[in-house]
Structures are given as C-alpha cells and as structure tokens.
C-alpha cells in the first residue's frame, strides 16, 4: 500500500478557496465487469503525474474507488482483482429480494482496507446510492463505509439489497451513474470516467444477463 498520500477527514473546509482545493478529483461511473478500465485510467494519469486527490463513485465505480482511497496503487488493485478473483465471489443463492449476496467482496474490503469508517481512508470518498423508499439519490462521505459501498453496487434484482437504518439501497446508478457532481466544488479540476458503453449485445440469454442488460439500458 502507498505510504506517500496522508489520512484526511472526508468532509473539506466549504470556506476554502479554490485555489486551497485538491487540484485533481475523478469521479468513477458504475458498468459491471467493465468498471474494472477504472484501474487502468488511474494507471495512466499516475504515469503522467496526476494523483487525483478527491474519489466519488457509483457500483463497481465505487469499489475501485474505495481502494484507491484507502492508499492502494492501480497495480495494487489489479493484482488483489486477479489473486482474490473478484469475480468469483459471488454466493448464489435465492432470497425473495435478490439473486446474489456480495458476502464475500464485504470481507475482501475488511480484510484489506481494515477499519470500517470513511475516516479511515487516505483521500476523501464519496459513495452514491439510491434509497427505493424515497425514492431519491444519495451521496454517502461519513459512518460505515463497507455497507455504503456494497448499497452503491447492488443491482436491484441481480443483487440483493442493503437494508441500513430500516431503509432499502440498491445501486446508485439508478439515479446517478457518474456521480461528478458530488466532488464538482470540492476539486479544482474534474476527470470523468464513463465506462458504459451500449452497443448492440449478439447475445443475452438468461436471468442474470437480462437483468444487467436491462438495467445497463435503462440508465443509459
């Protein structure tokens, strides 16, 4: 893990000049699988000096966005993606509000982010999920971060729902699957990342693969 960036609080001094902000923020855009060029975007602007400062992202967006706040480097993250199989640690199962429970990805971010907290992180992170009872978006920075992050990659129905402080969240793509405006003002300059791309698919074929591809079009 990177030593060199140092443990701020999330929440910045609104009173700051622009000129006292964090010069690059990125905000990382849900996509499945295809969240994983989040790695190699990050990859690319530390090869040209760029170390964004500020992280806001939705589902898988959040995920590697959540690691790089805590201090992991882009070939950190894409070798604990290849050993741990992320992919891989899906628990199938049938609960009457989901398909699949993410148990498993919860304890990869335990074990290696360690305290359950946004203050434990190195650069401030912002998380965007959807709250099904009212219904609107919502953009999480502080309290229990692991919950936060698996609310904001819960597909509804391809995932099962977390249930926090008696309120259903689900992917926060839903409402806002580029979450930039979360860190617009807390940043002096702000990198996108949009990895959903919606071309013609040759072939979808079962309950999974046409959920996902249902819900990819939808927000699109």
């Known amino acids: 893990m990177s030593e060199s960036k140092e443990k701020i609080n999330p929440e910045m001094n609104s009173t700051s000049s622009k000129n006292d902000l964090p010069k690059f923020g990125i905000a990382l855009s849900g996509g499945g699988a295809r969240g994983i060029a989040?790695?190699?975007?990050?990859?690319?602007?530390?090869?040209?000096?760029?170390?964004?400062?500020v992280v806001s992202g939705t589902s898988m967006g959040a995920i590697v966005g959540v690691?790089?706040?805590?201090g992991y480097?882009?070939?950190?993250?894409?070798?604990?993606?290849?050993?741990?199989?992320?992919?891989k640690m899906i628990n199938w199962h049938r609960p009457f509000s989901g398909l699949i429970d993410m148990g498993q990805v919860q304890k990869v971010m335990a074990e290696m982010i360690g305290e359950d907290d946004f203050t434990s992180l190195k650069i401030p992170f912002y998380c965007a999920v959807t709250n099904l009872n009212s219904g609107l978006e919502e953009i999480k920075s502080e309290g229990k971060l692991f919950q936060w992050v698996m609310a904001s990659a819960s597909i509804p129905v391809v995932f099962?729902?977390?249930?926090?402080?008696?309120?259903?969240?689900?992917?926060?793509?839903?409402?806002?699957?580029?979450?930039?405006?979360?860190?617009?003002?807390?940043?002096?300059?702000?990198?996108?990342?949009?990895?959903?791309?919606?071309?013609?698919?040759?072939?979808?074929?079962?309950l999974k693969a046409i959920a996902e591809r249902a819900f990819s079009l939808g927000i699109a």
């Open 160 to 206: 099962e729902p977390q249930i926090i402080d008696g309120q259903t969240y689900v992917d926060g793509g839903l409402l806002n699957n580029l979450p930039a405006v979360a860190i617009r003002e807390k940043c002096q300059v702000l990198i996108g990342v949009h990895v959903n791309h919606n071309g013609p698919e040759e072939e979808v074929i079962g």
């Open 67 to 70: 690691f790089y706040a805590a």
């Open 73 to 87: 480097s882009p070939k950190e993250m894409l070798k604990i993606m290849m050993e741990r199989k992320f992919h």
């Open 38 to 53: 989040h790695i190699g975007v990050l990859q690319a602007l530390e090869e040209f000096g760029i170390n964004p400062q």
